[in-house]
T-cell receptor
Framework: KNEVEQSPQNLTAQEGEFITINCSYS?????LHWLQQHPGGGIVSLFM???GKKKHGRLIATINIQEKHSSLHITASHPRDSAVYIC???????????FGRGTSLIVHP | EPEVTQTPSHQVTQMGQEVILRCVPI?????FYWYRQILGQKVEFLVS????????KSEIFDDQFSVERPDGSNFTLKIRSTKLEDSAMYFC?????????????FGSGTQLSVL
């Protein structure tokens, strides 16, 4: 069973700060999703990665397959980044992601 | 960007009643999923569907649940004899392929309340 741990659970930041959210998982994976859940509940896919690093705007996602670890970074954070960020690795041999509990981020102006 | 559409956005039902949650996946997508999220908990996988049949399901997806693609566009989740613990947000998602590395597109969810 794939255990997914995200840290921190809750994060508060001031606008402009650099944010890092970490994700560790316990089994070999084929890919990993980072998702954003808005306060209203909607879920948006941010990244899907299987190696290395991806960047989209102010968001950067990295993954180290050997260490079973991924990070999501937000540069120059903004109040509109306030949301729950969810890590969802896909175990090898499956195509169904296992969702972490999420990291709740609040960015104050 | 194309969207996954779910209806209704809210559903209130009495315990023991049957409910049908509806989803219209993105038109060129081939793989469809249902997830649920109980308030304050993580998102949980229920079932995936491909080529008009269930391809994978979780322990949660027991005989109380069924899925169907009644026509070329709709994808439904039926919950028979609802229980209080079925109260949750139910998300439909779709993807173009299924390598494990395909981007998932989620609908905005149906909030089900069982009274």
């Amino acid at each position: 069973k794939n255990e997914v741990e995200q840290s921190p659970q809750n994060l508060t930041a001031q606008e402009g700060e650099f944010i890092t959210i970490n994700c560790s998982y316990s089994v070999g994976i084929s890919a990993l999703h980072w998702l954003q859940q808005h306060p209203g509940g909607g879920i948006v896919s941010l990244f899907m990665l299987s190696s290395g690093k991806k960047k989209h705007g102010r968001l950067i996602a990295t993954i180290n397959i050997q260490e079973k670890h991924s990070s999501l970074h937000i540069t120059a954070s903004h109040p509109r980044d306030s949301a729950v960020y969810i890590c969802a690795p896909v175990p090898g041999g499956s195509y169904i992601p296992t969702f972490g509990r999420g990291t709740s981020l609040i960015v104050h102006p | 960007e194309p969207e996954v559409t779910q209806t209704p956005s809210h559903q209130v039902t009495q315990m023991g009643q049957e409910v049908i949650l509806r989803c219209v996946p993105i038109s060129n997508h081939l793989y469809f999923y249902w997830y649920r999220q109980i308030l304050g908990q993580k998102v949980e996988f229920l079932v995936s569907f491909y080529n008009n049949e269930i391809s994978e399901k979780s322990e949660i997806f027991d005989d109380q649940f069924s899925v169907e693609r009644p026509d070329g566009s709709n994808f439904t989740l039926k919950i028979r004899s609802t229980k209080l613990e079925d109260s949750a947000m139910y998300f439909c998602a779709s993807s173009e392929g299924v390598t494990g590395g395909e981007k998932l597109f989620f609908g905005s969810g149906t909030q089900l309340s069982v009274l």
